[in-house]
């Protein structure tokens, strides 16, 4: 049977108290085992402060990235870990580029086009996750949550101000354009969007139709000016000619857990 060794000396109050001053509270939690640690191993005191403010720069770096990912609104679940590389038609070379995102170093868009149920929002959210892990940001919207940030901001004349904060972000996520139909809000804020961040920001766009069809989801001109500038510096890529991946689990029966007989 094995013995639980003893939880280490709690820190004296005082040093307690100065962390917690110091706001330094990774270095607060992780000090107590690293004092007993270096007391029995008999580490230099250099060697103490670089383990602590390691681990104090390591809990920073995983607040910043979960902070990130709940304000980017990404849905959960959708990563690299479980994207079927070779399930996808998107060519694997392709894949691997994308997933370097130096195209988003170079603020170059993304156009991922095709049937419903080819992937197209997974690999999108995916590289949104991967690219927060690498220390972007990203907001991800819908033409839907977009036409609703217009109109929230148009009340107070803030549209402006709300575009010009929205496209802080290293990569906008638009996801599924052109699945219902396109109200004037949702065709005004895509526009803004797309204009403010031209060759500034990248913005990564999946939909059902290309984007050369716009003009069938909202009025000519406005489609035009909007296409001009989202394909300009952009990645476009077809899913055309590929079955449904959720029809094909349905069809075999993997999209469910088997019924008790």
């Not at 005082?14 to 990774?26: D, S």
């Amino acid at each position: 049977m094995s013995v639980k060794a003893p939880d280490p000396p709690p820190l004296p109050g005082e040093l307690e108290a100065l962390l917690r001053r110091l706001r330094l509270p990774y270095v607060r939690k992780a000090a107590p085992e690293v004092i007993a640690t270096a007391a029995a191993q008999r580490w230099e005191p250099a060697e103490i402060l670089r383990v602590l403010f390691t681990e104090e720069a390591a809990g920073r770096d995983r607040a910043t990235i979960a902070n990130r990912r709940r304000s980017s609104q990404l849905p959960a679940g959708k990563t690299l870990d479980v994207w079927e590389q070779q399930a996808s038609p998107i060519p694997k070379a392709t894949q691997q580029s994308l997933q370097t995102l130096e195209w988003i170093s170079r603020a170059e868009n993304l156009c991922v086009c095709g049937p419903s149920g080819t992937g197209k929002s997974h690999f999108v959210e995916a590289l949104g996750h991967h690219a927060i892990d690498q220390g972007r940001t990203v907001v991800w919207h819908t033409l839907e949550s977009l036409a609703a940030l217009l109109t929230r901001h148009r009340a107070d004349d803030s549209v402006s101000k709300a575009i010009a904060k929205l496209i802080k972000a290293d990569l906008i996520i638009l996801d599924d354009v052109g699945l219902l139909p396109v109200s004037p809000d949702a065709a005004e804020a895509l526009f803004r969007l797309v204009d403010g961040a031209y060759e500034r920001r990248s913005i990564a766009l999946t939909s059902n139709i290309h984007p050369a069809g716009f003009d069938e989801l909202m009025p000519k001109s406005l489609a035009a000016a909007t296409v001009d500038r989202l394909l300009h510096h952009a990645h476009v890529i077809l899913t055309d000619g590929t079955e449904s991946y959720r029809l094909s689990q349905a069809t075999a029966g993997k999209g469910v857990t088997p019924l008790a007989s």
